[in-house]
C-alpha cells in the first residue's frame, strides 16, 4: 500500500492541525491504519491507531484526550484530527497501515508494515 500524508504545518499552542493520509494499492478498507512520529534524533513513537471498520481506536497517553483518529474508506483517506497541540508534540507525523488485513482490537506500532513519507508538525509555545 502507497502512503501519502498531508497537513502538517506550524501553529501556536492550543491551536489545532488536521492530518490527511491518503492511501492507494491494497485494499485500503481491509487495513488497520495508524499514525506514528519522530522527532529527529529519537526514535519514531506510537499515536493512535484505528481498525479497518473504525470499530476501535486506540491513543498513546501522551496524546489521548486531544487527537482523534478517523477514517473514510470510501475516500481511502485516515485523519488524525489534533487539538490542543503543545510544543512537546513537535515532529514529523508518518501515516502507517497494519501488515495484515482484517485485525480486530487494539492496532500497535508493531503491527505497522507501510509507512508513507512524513509531514511536519511543528508547535511553537
Known amino acids: 500500500v502507497q502512503l501519502q500524508a498531508s497537513g502538517g504545518g506550524s501553529v501556536q499552542a492550543g491551536g489545532s492541525l488536521r492530518l490527511s493520509c491518503l492511501a492507494s494499492?491494497?485494499?485500503?478498507?481491509?487495513?488497520?491504519m495508524g499514525w506514528v512520529r519522530q522527532i529527529p534524533g529519537k526514535e519514531r513513537e506510537f499515536v493512535a491507531s484505528?481498525?479497518?471498520?473504525?470499530?476501535?481506536?486506540y491513543y498513546s497517553d501522551s496524546v489521548k484526550g486531544r487527537f482523534t483518529i478517523s477514517r473514510d474508506n470510501a475516500k481511502s483517506t485516515v485523519i488524525l484530527q489534533m487539538n490542543s497541540l503543545k510544543p512537546d508534540d513537535t515532529a514529523v507525523y508518518y501515516c502507517?497501515?497494519?501488515?495484515?488485513?482484517?485485525?480486530?482490537?487494539?492496532?500497535?506500532?508493531?503491527?505497522?508494515?507501510?509507512w508513507g513519507q512524513g509531514t511536519l508538525v511543528t508547535v511553537s509555545s
Open positions: 502507517a497501515a497494519d501488515r495484515n488485513a482484517w485485525r480486530g482490537g487494539r492496532i500497535t506500532q508493531a503491527d505497522f508494515g507501510s
Open positions: 484505528i481498525t479497518y471498520n473504525g470499530a476501535t481506536t
Open positions: 494499492g491494497r485494499t485500503f478498507s481491509a487495513l488497520g
